[in-house]
């Protein structure tokens, strides 16, 4: 994985004892911002495109190649040192509860290496940001898609782009979304970030692992579903974002 491929493997060996810990949900982190208010968007849109992809008429029969971008202005935030470093801390403070072991790898990486930067360098060539909370919800989801797959490539240009087009569309249009402070919006790009990174590792190690698959998929989806209230497992990831 492009995006994971300059990251220690310390995380991935973490990992491998306790894969129901390390799969915990991104909105574990994200207390200010309920990430559910994005669900009904992308529900309602799902089922939308589900009914039209059935019939053969509306958007998804002639859709582009990728969702419609949405302006960004609103979808950025200028980073925080001190606020990632408080985030990581959080982080760190709650996976201890489930795996203490793990949890003190993962201190380890989040201490020692510019995981952010590696990030941004791995999404550069989608032309996507971490300093975007559309694109940082999207390279959670991707990659927690893949792992429930256990599926090590990273996704095509067309369904990283389509679904962060999809959740930015649901940002924008979310109320609580355009209240949104830098500081929300950091809080919730650090998250999905850092369980992107967790995801992908899961994904690597689902498929060097056939035992752990059952696990890895089992915990991924919860995550998901407990975050976004999205069932991965009955969704597609395409060029128009996760559909059924």
Known sequence: ??????????????????????????QD?????????LTGGLSIDAVTLAEEK??????YAHSAPHAAPV???????????????????????????QD??????????????????????????????TNNVADASAVYLAYAWMATRADDRDPTRAQMLGLRNQLAAAMTNSPGFARASDATK???????????????????????????????RSAVAQGARTTYGLDLLSLDLTP???RP
Not at 29 to 37: I, L, P, Q, S, W
Not at 194 to 208: E, F, P, S, T
Request: avoid cysteine.
């Open 1 to 26: 994985m492009a995006i994971l491929r300059s990251v220690t493997t310390a995380l991935l060996l973490a990992l491998a004892g306790a894969v129901p810990g390390a799969a915990a949900t991104a």
């Open 29 to 37: 982190y994200t207390g200010v911002f309920d990430m559910g208010t």
């Open 54 to 59: 059935r019939s053969g008429t509306g958007r």
């Open 71 to 97: 302006a960004r202005a609103n979808l950025t935030y200028r980073p925080n040192a001190a606020l990632r470093q408080k985030h990581f801390a959080q982080f760190v403070a709650k996976a201890r509860r």
């Open 100 to 129: 203490p072991a793990g949890a003190a790898k993962l201190q380890q990486v989040l201490a020692t290496e510019n995981v952010i930067g590696k990030i941004q360098a791995g999404i550069a060539p989608y032309s996507m940001s």
């Open 186 to 216: 950091q809080e919730v790009a650090d998250a999905n970030l850092v369980q992107g990174l967790i995801a992908g590792q899961l994904a690597a190690l689902a498929k060097r692992d056939p035992a752990a698959r059952v696990r890895i």
């Open 240 to 242: 128009q974002g996760l």
